[in-house]
């Protein structure tokens, strides 16, 4: 019997809500203990990565810019984005930054995301990276659940972006 399918992924230091449609494709751990999550959303081919680490350094828009630096090795015709900080609410700070290029090993043009929130309490970082193909509308639902996943588990993790004041999310609620 296969296990069912968690509707929430327990990071330790956050949650973050599994919406229908959605699968994991990866979940171990890095840095010792922190258990890193890869999901995938089948009928786009929307991948997003979740983790919490202890520290990534001082500026977080450097971090956003070495994670790119990271990942663009995988992919061909990159274009960056500057990261920015983000607006946070007072006890966090943010960053994100993103690329879009076409994928090497599959040949998928793709828009990956960067956010990272660190939490001012103990410095814990927040990081999530969203890949995204550029053949998905921008408006679609599969957009949609990746804001409101991300404004859920940044607020549970202590780091609530302002952009995500009066989004709907689905993990209200449920504690």
Not at 8 to 15: E, F, K, Q, R
Not at 92 to 121: H, I, K, N
Not at 124 to 142: G, M, N
Not at 153 to 174: E, H, I, K, Y
């Amino acid at each position: 019997m296969t296990p069912a399918t968690p509707t929430v992924i327990d990071l330790g230091d956050t949650t973050y809500p599994l919406q229908p449609g959605w699968e994991i494709y990866y979940d171990g751990t890095v840095q010792g203990d922190r258990r890193l999550v890869r999901l995938r959303q089948a009928d786009t081919d929307t991948l997003t990565q979740i983790v919490t680490l202890p520290t990534v350094g001082d500026d977080l828009p450097q971090a956003c810019t070495d994670l790119m630096a990271d990942h663009r090795a995988a992919y061909s015709e990159v274009a960056e984005t500057l990261p920015v900080n983000e607006s946070a609410l007072p006890g966090g700070e943010a960053a994100s930054c993103s690329f879009t290029g076409v994928r090497v090993d599959s040949g998928v043009a793709a828009q990956v995301s960067f956010t990272l929130l660190r939490r001012g309490l103990d410095s814990q970082v927040f990081i999530v990276r969203d890949s995204v193909p550029t053949s998905v509308p921008a408006v679609a639902e599969v957009r949609t659940e990746l804001e409101m996943a991300l404004c859920d588990s940044s607020t549970r993790f202590g780091v609530a972006l302002t952009r995500c004041q009066g989004v709907a999310t689905p993990g209200q609620g449920d504690g």
